[in-house]
């Protein structure tokens, strides 16, 4: 009995073991059934996410075109009919607004019935539009102000149009961005669009042009707006300084921070805040004027301009007891240390400083390698000449090498040889055997009448 208990044991286990094996017919039907209920819901959330990113791309697209409506009716249309402002201040404010609003009203009937890489597709052949309007913004702000200040009947006239329900209390000052601030709404909603699209596709190819497209756009707008933000910065500054002999406004300046530090003397004397303006290139040190001045109370005047070029910042520790921090600029000419009590502003000037002067050095090393490109192709293109200049004719070298197999004997007839009375080669020179004997006289051989007694050598 014992043994017959030993044996059925493993045989019980042996089936229990065997009711659920790992590669059965059963466990992989369950496997590919799981998968494909994976595969399915992926779609599922692809196909919910698409249509939920075009409903709002539908809407968004419909409100846009209708605020454009608004600007080309109210506007643009009525100002050219009544004559209120000349053409080309016309022109100057709104740009190639209605050419936007055409190009977007056919946008918007492509993406209504449902045509999304139809319509962006031809949407980006007028993306030029974006452009031209993006450039002409800043101008358009300036002479819109003045108009609305010196020119009366348009600005009692602006100011009846803003009033009618449809512009919903919007200005014109706000509702000429639009177009730019669309642009940078395409690149995001085009993006989940095409995330969700199937790549097997053609719209998925036309959506993805048209993602780079109006990438490249928004991309324009952002770096037009960074650098019109900056020019104002940079016209601030000129405006805060006395005088006219600083000059601030350069182009390719970039205006990074202001802020007062103390600046430390190096003989003990009185220690004093400064005004410090960093931009790109250089580092302004000011001091305010008199509060008393009747013109200049609010303004400051330039002590310093210090060129970053030539510049090696550096932290000072152990000078300020962990209350602030000093940093060390080193220039050819002059040291300055600067101190603040506040240790997140000291260090934030230290970032400033150390990435303005990383990035003249890797600015300043790209224009020297460029330079000794330009150099190198210039002495390459020289040499190639120069060879090509010097190169012998290999016509001429093959004509003078048959005329020297075709007439040996005149080549290398001697000097004293009178009997044909030919003036012997230039290219023919006796050697120092033939120069012992005078020019009057004959040499032996020639004495003898052995022609061949001359030794010529053939240069």
């Not at 050219?80 to 056919?106: C, H, M, W």
């Not at 790549?199 to 993805?208: I, V």
């Not at 016209?235 to 002999?245: M, N, S």
């Not at 300055?336 to 230290?350: G, K, V």
């Amino acid at each position: 009995m014992p043994c017959t208990r030993s044996q059925g044991h493993p045989t019980q286990s042996l089936v229990v073991r065997g009711a659920a094996p790992p590669n059965t017919p059963m466990s992989t039907h369950l496997k590919q059934a799981t998968m494909s209920c994976t595969v399915e819901e992926q779609r599922a959330r692809w196909e919910r996410k698409r249509v939920r990113t075009a409903k709002e791309l539908v809407e968004t697209e419909r409100q846009y075109v209708e605020q454009l409506d608004l600007v080309t009716t109210y506007f643009v249309e009525i100002l050219k009919a009544k004559g209120t402002l000349r053409q080309d201040i016309r022109e100057s404010i709104f740009g190639p607004v209605k050419s936007i609003y055409q190009a977007n009203e056919a946008l918007l009937q492509s993406l209504e019935g449902g045509r999304f890489g139809d319509g962006f597709e031809e949407f980006c052949l007028h993306l030029d539009l974006y452009t031209r309007y993006t450039d002409g913004m800043e101008q358009a702000a300036k002479v819109l102000q003045i108009q609305v200040k010196k020119n009366k009947s348009f600005a009692r006239f602006k100011r009846l149009q803003e009033g009618r329900l449809e512009f919903q209390g919007l200005k014109l000052e706000e509702l000429l961005p639009l177009p730019l601030q669309r642009v940078l709404q395409y690149k995001h909603l085009l993006r989940d669009l095409t995330e969700n699209t199937s790549p097997d596709t053609s719209e998925f190819q036309q959506l993805t042009g048209a993602v780079k497209a109006l990438s490249e756009v928004a991309q324009y707008i952002q770096d037009n707006a960074r650098s019109h933000e900056n020019y104002l910065q940079v016209v601030r500054v000129q405006k805060l300084l006395k005088g006219r002999k600083t000059k601030v406004l350069v182009p390719g300046r970039v205006y990074i921070r202001e802020g007062w530090l103390t600046a430390v003397p190096q003989k003990g004397e009185e220690v004093k805040q400064k005004m410090f303006f960093l931009f790109s290139d250089v580092l302004l040190m000011t001091r305010p004027c008199h509060p008393l001045h009747l013109m200049n109370s609010d303004k400051f005047c330039c002590q310093s301009m210090y060129p970053l070029e030539e510049c090696n910042v550096e932290k000072v520790f152990g000078h300020t007891k962990s209350q602030g921090g000093l940093i060390s600029l080193s220039f050819e000419q002059e040291k300055l240390l600067l101190m603040s009590s506040d240790q997140e502003d000291i260090n934030d000037w230290f970032r400033c400083l150390s990435s303005a002067i990383g990035q003249l050095c890797a600015r300043r090393t790209i224009v020297h390698r460029k330079e000794n490109l330009a150099s190198e192709q210039r002495h390459a293109t020289g040499a190639s000449t120069s060879k090509e200049t010097r190169a012998p004719n290999p016509e001429r070298k093959r004509n003078m090498s048959d005329r020297a197999l075709q007439e040996p004997a005149a080549l290398c007839q001697p000097r004293c040889g009178s009997e044909q009375g030919e003036t012997p080669p230039k290219r023919v020179k006796l050697s120092e055997a033939a120069h012992r004997f005078p020019r009057d006289t004959a040499t032996p051989a020639a004495s003898t009448g052995d022609k061949s007694g001359g030794i010529c050598v053939i240069l």
